[in-house]
């Protein structure tokens, strides 16, 4: 079972980090960005304590709004948020042809909603590579709760340097996570020398779209809330990822922002004018009750200090995050389907 209740929301707050360092974290965390004074290239250098102090901060506030998988999915009218999730995810392993008895990779797994739904629908073994200590401890939980912790394990390691031989998955995936990577050409090497010749990576990625002016003021404004608010060192052009795998070797089978024929726009979930009953905590009445839950907890010291703020640049990246939406600037659902081939 997912840690929904309020007080499992309080104690997982701060994740690994130490509860008295929480503010101080949220204090490192917020001066990477720009609303802060921070930078581009200071994100990248320091990608790894930037991502893995955003993932220990909001851990908690994911798994209470959106359970056990943490992204987006293109929508159906008359399909619920949870079905959409699982839907995009079954995409994936079609797209991907994954047989039972693969050996599959899940590159920044989260706490694994993904890989578990995917190890049960396609009768398969997934591994999910995470940097991120807590997500892990949590999706081994989950995973043992699940009875899929024969078949799928975590590793925790970087996805710039994974310890893994070549050649080794007969299918790789990556679910809104290497957006994370400093260098998307660095990210997708790794998974081609990872992935054996002849076999499929497939991912959905989050990109600024074609519409995105970098002279834009409103551009500049939204792309910057949606990395303070997501943890990311620069959101990427659609036309840099698809470079990027080429770069690395991959042919690129398709592509498509599928966010562009969405019945339901993919933001819906987050948007101030919508309300829904079943994702009732990611709307902006669900938001605002949990912010003054956390204010309450923090208050009497069952939340850390610190938690408030959290929340706080969670709520700026909802804004972002439909705004860039709305506008068509942003997409979190950039799908490619790469193969390697079978001489690399
Ligand atoms: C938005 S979450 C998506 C999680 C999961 N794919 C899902 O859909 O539920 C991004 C994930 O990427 C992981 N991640 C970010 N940077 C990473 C890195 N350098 N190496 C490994 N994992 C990373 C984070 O820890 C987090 O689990």
Same mark, same amino acid.
């Given at each position: 079972m997912s840690k929904t209740g309020a007080l499992d929301l309080a104690t997982g707050l701060g994740g690994k980090i130490d509860k008295s360092d929480?503010?101080?974290?949220?204090d490192r965390y917020e001066k990477y960005h720009e609303f802060h004074g921070g930078q581009e290239q200071g994100r990248k250098d320091n990608y790894t304590d930037m991502v893995n102090k955003y993932y220990d901060l909001v851990t908690s506030f994911y798994e209470f709004g959106w359970g056990e998988s943490f992204h987006f999915a293109p929508r159906w009218k008359n399909e619920s948020l949870r079905e959409s999730i699982k839907r995009h995810e079954h995409f994936l392993a079609l797209q991907l042809g994954i047989k039972p008895g693969y050996k599959v990779l899940d590159v920044g797994c989260g706490i694994g909603g993904p890989l578990r739904e995917i190890a049960r629908f396609s009768s398969s073994s997934v591994t +999910?590579?995470?940097?991120?200590?807590?997500? %892990?401890?949590? +999706?081994?939980? =989950?995973?043992? =709760?699940a009875g899929v912790d024969q078949t799928c394990d975590f590793v925790k390691a970087d996805f710039m340097k994974m310890p893994?031989?070549?050649?080794?998955?007969?299918?790789?995936?990556? %679910?809104?996570?290497?957006?994370?990577?400093?260098?998307?050409?660095g990210c997708y090497r790794e998974i081609y020398r990872v992935l054996k010749p002849g076999q499929y990576f497939a991912a959905y990625e989050w990109c600024m779209t074609d519409g995105f002016d970098p002279q834009n003021k409103d551009h500049q404004k939204i792309k910057a809330e949606i990395e303070i608010g997501d943890g990311l060192p620069d959101i990427r052009l659609t036309t840099q990822c698809i470079e990027a795998l080429e770069k690395a070797g991959f042919e690129v089978i398709w592509d498509k922002d @599928?966010?562009?024929?969405?019945? @339901?726009?993919?933001?819906?979930? @987050?948007?101030?004018?919508?309300?829904?009953?079943?994702?009732?905590? @990611?709307?902006?009445? +669900?938001?605002? %009750?949990?912010?003054?839950?956390?204010?309450?907890?923090e208050y009497v010291g069952l939340a850390p200090k610190g938690s408030q703020r959290v929340q706080d640049f969670l709520e700026k990246a909802a804004e972002g995050l439909v705004e860039g939406g709305r506008r068509e600037i942003f997409t979190p659902l950039f799908f490619f389907l790469a193969r390697k081939p079978l001489d690399g």
């Open positions: 929480v503010l101080s974290a949220v +999910g590579l995470n940097n991120n200590e807590y997500q %892990i401890t949590r +999706g081994k939980e =989950l995973n043992r =709760l893994f031989p070549d050649n080794f998955y007969d299918a790789v995936y990556a %679910i809104e996570a290497t957006c994370h990577a400093p260098d998307a050409f @599928l966010a562009k024929d969405s019945p @339901l726009p993919w933001y819906l979930p @987050l948007d101030k004018t919508h309300f829904s009953f079943s994702s009732f905590r @990611l709307t902006a009445v +669900g938001r605002l %009750i949990t912010k003054n839950m956390v204010k309450a907890l």
